[in-house]
Antibody
Framework: QVELVESGGALVKPGGSLRLSCVAS????????MAWIRQAPGKGPEFVSC????????YYADSVRGRFTISRDNTKNSLYLQMNSLRADDTAIYYC?????????WGQGTPVTVST | DIQMTQSPSSLSASVGDRVTITCRAS??????LVWYQQKAEKAPKSLIY???TLQSGVTSRFSGSGSGTDFTLTISSLQPEDVATYYC?????????FGQGTKVEIK
């Protein structure tokens, strides 16, 4: 079955950087576009970024554009999110999502906390 | 960005009750809408996509309807395991956007 496993979340100081990873299994990764969606404590989900099959087309939320970079390695069935210039309001659980029909499969999430 | 507005923000109903949640889009999204269920400390789970298509393995107690700007999620007979927060999300345009959620509790 479809499995998405995120890693890389951590406590980081404002202005710092993190790289999140997501390893996919149970489906042909290169056939699907993938997304990162985050959820701040006590809030609803928020779209962060999406990348199409070959990686040639990407989209970002306005709140992260210029600071975050999404990428993928189809040879490793892996999705990445490089996060720079982190701010307190980036604190959230970050989910890797197979973006079929809006989001048919989600990982368990990896927590990112931005704090001094 | 397309704004998604859900109502009510919370509700309390008895076991066996019929429950309806509404979601309104700020512009026409056709049927590019998904409904999620999120239980405490868990990732959201897709229940319905394309506004009315039940995700594989999801109980038929759940149903969705609507198109354009107005949508509904119905639970035909509320069960204790349905306690959760429900979100709508449009995937007509990027950025995908979510409703603010409806918390469902048992009375």
């Amino acid at each position: 079955q479809v499995e998405l496993v995120e890693s890389g979340g951590a406590l980081v100081k404002p202005g710092g950087s993190l790289r999140l990873s997501c390893v996919a299994s149970g489906f042909t990764f290169s056939h699907y576009y993938m997304a990162w969606i985050r959820q701040a404590p006590g809030k609803g989900p928020e779209f962060v970024s999406c990348i199409f099959h070959s990686g040639g087309t990407v989209y970002y939320a306005d709140s992260v554009r210029g600071r975050f970079t999404i990428s993928r390695d189809n040879t490793k069935n892996s999705l990445y999110l490089q996060m720079n210039s982190l701010r307190a309001d980036d604190t959230a659980i970050y989910y890797c999502v197979r973006a079929v029909d809006g989001g048919d499969s989600w990982g368990q999430g990896t927590p990112v906390t931005v704090s001094t | 960005d397309i704004q998604m507005t859900q109502s009510p923000s919370s509700l309390s109903a008895s076991v066996g009750d019929r429950v309806t949640i509404t979601c309104r889009a700020s512009q026409d999204i056709s049927t590019w809408l998904v409904w999620y269920q999120q239980k405490a400390e868990k990732a959201p789970k897709s229940l319905i996509y394309a506004a009315s298509t039940l995700q594989s393995g999801v109980t038929s107690r759940f149903s969705g309807s609507g198109s354009g700007t107005d949508f509904t999620l119905t639970i035909s007979s509320l069960q204790p395991e349905d306690v959760a927060t429900y979100y709508c999300q449009q995937y007509r345009n990027f950025p995908y956007t979510f409703g603010q959620g409806t918390k469902v509790e048992i009375k």
